[in-house]
């Protein structure tokens, strides 16, 4: 083999083990814009998880879908197009976070063996305040069908002529 493709084989193979160890969307430097999702959720500009991530170019979206149908439902009644149950948080994560790299931190050992114990068992118990302290809809997390809502719609909330 010529000297070069011998090169070129060990710079290769050197970058795709890197590419093991790092989130592999690092080009992605052009922060993202989450300006569609903040005119509901302004709340979340300002958080940990989605701050960290849009800086990088990781937007709402990339995590949650694009949730066209539930951005424009002024209703509210439609879930976001991805949604999590506790146990795919992790799956989620280490999609980009390879296990590999996270290994070798402290912090995870316990969680990667499967030994963390609540209130520390999942990613963001850790990681941001991704949370809403108050709650007016639930959707299953699985189905995304909703199951409990306060009842208030849009129509409602102009005054009704008497
Ligand atoms: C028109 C307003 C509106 C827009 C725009 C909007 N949302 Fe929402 N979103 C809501 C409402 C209302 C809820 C339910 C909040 C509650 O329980 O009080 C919600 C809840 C959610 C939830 C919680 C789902 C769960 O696990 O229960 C996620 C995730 C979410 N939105 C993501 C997004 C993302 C991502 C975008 C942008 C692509 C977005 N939303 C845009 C109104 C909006
Ligand atoms: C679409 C890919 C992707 C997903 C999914 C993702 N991340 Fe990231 N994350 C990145 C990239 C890229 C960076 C910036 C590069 C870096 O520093 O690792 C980053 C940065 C971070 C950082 C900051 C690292 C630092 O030292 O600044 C934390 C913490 C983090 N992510 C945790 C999480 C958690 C928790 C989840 C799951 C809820 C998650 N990430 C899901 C791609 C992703
Ligand atoms: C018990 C708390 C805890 C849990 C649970 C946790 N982390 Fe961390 N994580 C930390 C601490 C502490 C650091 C180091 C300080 C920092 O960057 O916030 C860290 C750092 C990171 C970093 C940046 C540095 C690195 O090692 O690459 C990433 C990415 C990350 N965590 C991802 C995750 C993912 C993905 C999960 C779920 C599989 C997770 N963390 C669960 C505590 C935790
Ligand atoms: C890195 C992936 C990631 C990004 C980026 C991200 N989310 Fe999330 N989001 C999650 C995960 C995972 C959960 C479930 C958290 C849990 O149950 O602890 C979640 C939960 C939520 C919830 C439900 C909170 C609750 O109290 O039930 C809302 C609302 C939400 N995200 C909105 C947003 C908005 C708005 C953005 C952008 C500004 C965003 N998310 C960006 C991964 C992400």
Known sequence: M???VVLLTLLLAALSLGADKKPTTRHAI???DNSYCLTCHINFQEEKLA???QKIGVACSSCHGPSDKHSSDEDGLTAPDIIFSKELIAVTCTACHKNGALEKDGAHAPLLAGKAAEP???CTDCHGKHAMAHR???WDKNTRKLISDDGVRMMNQVPEKK
């Open 120 to 122: 520390y068992k999942f």
């Open 2 to 4: 010529p000297r070069t």
């Open 136 to 138: 007016t809809r639930r």
């Open 51 to 53: 701050s960290q991530h």
């Open 30 to 32: 052009e922060p993202a």
